[in-house]
């Protein structure tokens, strides 16, 4: 999953205007990866949208994307299928596609509570009227003006929304997509809690827990390894 850090100051994951700002911004824009979070300083503004309109649009980009790019091929499970096992992130596949990981909410999450303080958290419909008001640039979004859309009449499948895509996977491989949205509810409480400006106590008792586990169990190993070192 990648981020966009745009004009110094504003933290854009992609799909969630990341395009628009580009037109804006197309020579001050830096990419990293959510790897970069805990290390990240100067950061005033957060973009961000619900999760399960994230995940749609970000399948819209990456398979009719593919499409675009591979003109020989067609529109099936067989050429699908592939692509949307990228969506779903483990062991042989931590960190999902450049445009959705269901687990940047978290790190997201992590990133706004340590900065909370001097974040401003813009959701992306409201976007167009933050550029305008803090920098007076107004340039109206046009989706029609880049992506898939402004392929209209040149390519077969820009018609195709990103709901009929989610829709079509939803219908013809059930298995896949109950795999793809299963971890939205998490993705969903890390979203409320930013978009509502809220700390998880819970959340920070896990992590806590979590540390002392991980700590218990460093000494453990340490311990075995001491002994046998002795014997």
């Known amino acids: 999953m990648k981020f966009h850090i745009v004009n110094n100051e504003i933290l854009v994951p992609l799909k969630c205007g990341s395009t628009y700002l580009e037109r804006i911004y197309p020579d001050n824009i830096v990419d990293i990866n959510y790897c970069d979070l805990p290390n990240l300083k100067g950061i005033s503004t957060i973009i961000i949208r619900e999760p399960f309109e994230h995940l749609q649009s970000a399948l819209h980009?990456?398979?009719?994307?593919?499409l675009q790019n591979n003109p020989a091929e067609n529109f099936s499970t067989e050429t699908m299928i592939p692509l949307i096992n990228n969506f779903i992130t483990n062991e042989l596949?931590?960190?999902?596609?450049?445009?959705?990981?269901?687990?940047?909410?978290?790190h997201l999450y992590k990133f706004w509570k340590r900065n909370r303080n001097t974040l401003k958290v813009i959701h992306l419909s409201d976007l167009t009227d933050f550029i305008k008001q803090k920098y007076e640039i107004d340039i109206p979004h046009d989706k029609f003006s880049y992506g898939i859309q402004r392929h209209i009449g040149q390519f077969k499948y820009a018609y195709?929304?990103?709901?009929?895509?989610?829709?079509?996977?939803?219908?013809?491989?059930?298995?896949?997509?109950?795999?793809?949205?299963k971890e939205i509810p998490k993705a969903n409480k890390f979203y409320n809690l930013i978009i509502n400006g809220e700390v998880s106590e819970l959340y920070e008792l896990e992590e806590r827990i979590q540390l002392?586990?991980?700590?218990?169990?460093?000494?453990?190993?340490?311990?075995?390894?001491?002994?046998?070192?002795?014997?």
């Open 160 to 181: 195709t929304t990103k709901q009929k895509l989610a829709k079509w996977i939803e219908e013809t491989l059930p298995e896949l997509w109950d795999e793809l949205i």
């Open 93 to 106: 596949n931590p960190y999902g596609t450049n445009h959705w990981d269901v687990n940047y909410y978290e």
């Open 61 to 66: 980009t990456e398979l009719l994307g593919w």
């Open 212 to 231: 002392l586990e991980s700590k218990f169990n460093e000494f453990e190993s340490f311990s075995v390894k001491y002994k046998t070192t002795i014997i």
